[in-house]
């Protein structure tokens, strides 16, 4: 067990939906990230919050959005869903500051998206 | 940006080393090396990580070149729960590629 959580387990959707995922870090941890991994792809990166400020951007489509709350927790919007955004998503915690050179990421077990 | 290298796949029978190499040669003088795996389809766990020295935990132990330009990964006896994905990846960027499965064979 990693320490990070992540709701819903599953989730399943048609398509032109909104949905949204979210992310408890590890205590103490102020970096969230989030990740998409589609069907025997690799990880995609998708955006990193560090202490409520956005503090990288990956491949994010402008249908996604996310934000990380004063709890620290995060949430990953999807909307006007597709049927290509059915993935695995993860979320991701660090204590790090996510300034590049040094992240020791956490990762919670993931939300399983269906798009039908 | 630093990339890394992997091979698709290996094999490796139970109870041996595993030796997972992993090319960074764009790698920055400042920059870790990290290693997650991931089983199946369960979130990425980390595993160890280092910048210029040997590094060891319970897990694994991390083997870095003078030149920091390659890496291996050692699993010192393999076992079948050992079967994953495993990433090698310099954080800059958060850039997972596709990494290694490894196959630990009975």
């Known amino acids: 067990d990693s320490g990070v959580t992540q709701t819903p387990k599953h989730l399943i959707t048609a398509t032109g939906q909104r949905v949204t995922l979210r992310c408890s870090p590890r205590?103490?941890?102020?970096?969230v990230y989030w990740y998409q991994q589609s069907l025997d792809q690799g990880l995609q990166f998708l955006i990193q919050?560090?202490?409520?400020?956005?503090?990288a951007k990956g491949n994010i489509l402008e249908r996604f959005s996310a934000q990380q709350f004063p709890d620290l927790h995060s949430e990953l919007n999807l909307s006007s869903l597709e049927l290509g955004d059915s993935a695995l998503y993860f979320c991701?915690?660090?204590?790090?500051?996510?300034?590049?050179?040094?992240?020791?990421?956490?990762f919670g077990p993931g939300t399983r998206l269906l798009v039908l | 940006d630093a990339k890394t290298t992997q091979p698709t796949s290996m094999d490796c029978a139970e109870g041996r080393a595993a030796n997972l190499p992993c090319n960074h040669s764009?790698?920055?003088?400042?920059?870790?090396v990290y290693w997650y795996r991931q089983i199946h389809s369960q979130g990425p766990q980390y595993i160890i990580h280092?910048?210029?020295n040997n590094e060891t935990n319970e897990m694994a132990s991390l083997i870095i070149t003078e030149d920091r330009k390659s890496s291996t990964l050692i699993l010192p006896h393999a076992t079948l729960r050992d079967t994953a994905v495993y990433y090698c990846?310099?954080?800059?960027?958060?850039?997972f590629g596709k990494g290694t499965l490894l196959t630990v064979n009975p």
């Open positions: 991701a915690s660090s204590v790090d500051s996510g300034q590049g050179v040094k992240e020791t990421q956490y």
């Open positions: 205590s103490g941890d102020l970096s």
């Open positions: 919050y560090y202490n409520g400020e956005e503090r």
């Open positions: 764009t790698i920055s003088g400042n920059e870790y």
């Open positions: 280092g910048l210029k």
């Open positions: 990846i310099v954080p800059y960027k958060l850039t």
